[in-house]
């Protein structure tokens, strides 16, 4: 698919040449450098700015949706085509009976002319012999003649047979070249209809994602947490969103991922697995006081309703996996929000850096997780700071199950499929562009 390769050659282009990705998609840079004729990407010139329009979009499903239509019915005229060669008044059907015909009735002269010759032959050999001189000549007239009607006969029927040879070689060679057009045409049906349903799944895809958000200011996100970690211990980070609006969110999701960053001399490219480096992220807040777990299907903190200027405060639990080595990771975040206008937007990432430090000798102690008799992993709201009017969840006591019903908007804001699952690689792609920009400029 289009889009998403744009969206995955993006990320692969931030990791392998950060000019390509800050030059193409400079909403998620803080800077926009100039390009240098001596950078080079090995990958494809996927621009996130040469993404379709929706109209654009709609266009192509129409135009391939024509190509299909049009494709189906050249189908079916090379199958008609082909059909019509049976019928009779077909030209060369017509032809190749005609000279089926012709070629039978010259091989019934032949038979004739032949047996006629063969009684002159044999008149002469009966003659008796007192046969006077004109018997004789009479004779072997016949003989001539007949000769010369079972020559003509032969003629007759090698070029009757000739002709019926070549009707009947022109009738099959007019099956075979319509049973290839058939062939080429359905070919071309199958890629037309493959072209259908990659326009109609792109249109899809990108109604999906609400391709007409944008990046947007007004909902910003603050990350922060400790500078060491500890692998196989957990460590727990503060996320805020604040709503820098002049007008309440309706509905905001955040989304939070961590990974093991690569070392500097690790080859990444768009073929680079970043599975087997990513850190177990859990959140919790106020209104949900149990660590949860991403998942595909609850793949964001839903946040519900944001007031004008309120802020909403979420702990971020990570835990670094026990054989991990000793190295650098980071932690990402990102909000989104849309309105029950429909008015939707995505603030910029936020990421932290921090060192991982080899597993102590020691197993690590679990943290205990959060209750309602415990010190809750967030600062409780204030009328000053945290203003969220509509918490999710409703109390402490009831867990944060992914529906946004309350807010009156939509189950799933409008990226959260593409960039909810992508999030990390989005987010690590830009921060690995921005750390190599900035140590290149050092």
């Known amino acids: 698919m289009k889009i998403r390769r744009i969206l995955a050659t993006a990320v692969a282009a931030a990791v392998t040449t950060p000019v390509v990705f800050l030059s193409a998609a400079p909403a998620f840079a803080d800077t926009k450098p100039s390009s240098s004729p001596t950078q080079k990407s090995t990958l494809d010139d996927e621009d996130p700015e040469d993404m379709p329009s929706l109209e654009e979009l709609k266009a192509a499903v129409a135009l391939a949706q024509k190509a299909y239509d049009e494709a189906v019915a050249d189908v079916e005229k090379a199958k008609a085509d082909f059909k019509a060669l049976e019928k009779p008044e077909h030209p060369l ?14 091989a019934a002269a032949k038979v004739l002319a032949d047996e006629e010759l063969a009684k002159a032959e044999k008149a002469v050999t009966e003659l008796p012999a007192d046969a006077t001189e004109e018997q004789k000549a009479a004779a072997a007239a016949a003989v001539t003649a007949a000769k010369k ?11 009757a047979d000739t002709k019926l040879t070549e009707a009947v070689t022109a009738l099959d060679d007019a099956r075979v070249a319509a049973a290839r057009v058939i062939s080429l045409a359905q070919k071309v049906q199958k890629a037309a209809a493959d ?16 391709g007409e958000c944008e990046v947007d200011p007004a909902v910003e996100v603050a990350l922060s947490g400790p500078k060491t970690v500890t692998a196989g211990q957990p460590a727990v980070f503060s996320l805020r969103v604040t709503n820098t609006s002049d007008a309440p969110l309706d509905a905001v999701n955040a989304f939070a991922d961590a990974l093991r960053i ?12 970043f599975a087997d480096r990513m850190i177990p992220v859990e959140w919790s807040s106020a209104d949900n006081l149990e660590w949860t777990s991403f998942t595909e299907e609850f793949d964001s903190i839903e946040i519900g309703k944001l007031a004008k200027g309120a802020h909403y405060d979420v702990k971020l639990r990570l835990t670094v996996p026990a054989d991990a080595p000793a190295g650098e990771g980071a932690a990402f975040s990102y909000a989104e929000y849309e309105n029950n206008d429909g008015e939707c937007g995505m603030g910029d990432y936020a990421d932290v850096t921090f060192d991982i430090l080899a597993a102590k000798g020691d197993k690590p102690k679990p943290e205990p997780t959060p209750s309602a008799t415990t010190t809750t992993p967030t600062p409780a709201p204030t009328t000053a700071g945290n203003t969220n009017t509509t918490p999710q969840g409703g109390s402490s006591s009831t867990r944060v199950n992914g529906s946004l ?7 799933t804001l ?19 562009a921005r750390r190599r920009k900035a140590d290149a400029s050092a």
């Open 414 to 432: 409008p990226l959260g499929l593409a960039a909810g699952a992508a999030v990390a690689l989005g987010a690590g792609a830009v921060f690995f």
């Open 195 to 210: 072209d259908l349903a990659e326009a109609q799944e792109e249109l899809k895809f990108f109604e999906e994602i609400g």
């Open 262 to 273: 690569p070392e500097d001399d690790e080859v990444i490219d768009e073929d680079t697995d």
């Open 405 to 411: 019903a309350a807010t009156g908007a939509d189950d």
């Open 93 to 106: 059907k017509a032809a190749m009976t005609e000279a089926k015909t012709a070629a039978e009735a010259a």
């Open 149 to 159: 009607a079972a020559d003509g006969a032969a003629a007759a029927k090698t070029a």
